[in-house]
Antibody
Framework: QVQLAQSGAEMKKPGASVTVSCRAS????????LYWVRQAPGQGLEWLGW????????TYAQKFKGRLTLTRDTSVSSTYMALTSLKSDDTAIYYC????????????????WGQGTLVTVSS | QSALTQPRSMSGSPGQSVTISCTGT?????????VSWYQQHPGKVPKLIIY???QRPSGVPDRFSGAKSGFTASLTISGLQAEDEADYYC??????????FGGGTKLTVL
């Protein structure tokens, strides 16, 4: 079945960078858009960005432009989220998610989701 | 890209109906019929319960329904059950390959 498996928890100091990976299985990796969402402790969901695994094209939420980079490696069916200049309020669970379908309105719905990766930023 | 507006909390008794609102702008909710809703239990991954404003994925009970009017989308849960106690998030396409979530609503079943 379709699965997204994320890398393990990370602990970083302020100012550092972090990279979280998301490995896809059970479907044709290139065919479906992927998204990144985060959730700070006790807070809501926040959309971070989008990547088209086929072309590598990306878009980012405005507040993360310049600090966030999404990439993919089609040879290992994986996407990567890199966030730089970490601050304490970047402490959150970071999720990857796939588009429900690879056409039409299916681009706009996120399912399934990865299990989440906790990134803790603390001095 | 401001977050969509949801009530922070709502409550209802078993068997009752509750409707959670999600208000946006012409750049998101009002501009597209691409509103989805996610249910999240504590410590769990968000689960899709409504997509394309009013469509239910297979396996989601028909107690859950979605609608939209103008700038506001809504999620109605009929016949509340204890297991419906969770956080609920709306999400809308906002154009140019960007999406925006609501702030989330904590639903308590009394």
């Amino acid at each position: 079945q379709v699965q997204l498996a994320q890398s393990g928890a990370e602990m970083k100091k302020p100012g550092a960078s972090v990279t979280v990976s998301c490995r896809a299985s059970g479907y044709t990796f290139n065919a479906y858009y992927l998204y990144w969402v985060r959730q700070a402790p006790g807070q809501g969901l926040e959309w971070l960005g989008w990547i088209d695994p086929n072309s590598g094209r990306t878009t980012y939420a405005q507040k993360f432009k310049g600090r966030l980079t999404l990439t993919r490696d089609t040879s290992v069916s994986s996407t990567y989220m890199a966030l730089t200049s970490l601050k304490s309020d970047d402490t959150a669970i970071y999720y990857c998610a796939r588009a429900r379908l690879n056409y039409g309105s299916g681009y706009h719905t996120f399912v399934p989701w990865g299990q989440g990766t906790l990134v803790t930023v603390s001095s | 890209q401001s977050a969509l507006t949801q009530p922070r909390s709502m409550s209802g008794s078993p068997g009752q109906s509750v409707t959670i609102s999600c208000t946006g702008t012409s750049n998101d909710v009002a501009g597209y019929d691409y509103v989805s809703w996610y249910q999240q239990h504590p410590g769990k991954v968000p689960k899709l319960i409504i997509y394309d404003v009013s469509q239910r994925p297979s396996g989601v009970p028909d107690r859950f329904s979605g609608a939209k009017s103008g700038f506001t989308a809504s999620l109605t849960i009929s016949g509340l059950q204890a297991e419906d106690e969770a956080d609920y998030y709306c999400c809308s396409f906002a154009g140019s390959h960007t999406w925006v979530f609501g702030g989330g609503t904590k639903l308590t079943v009394l």
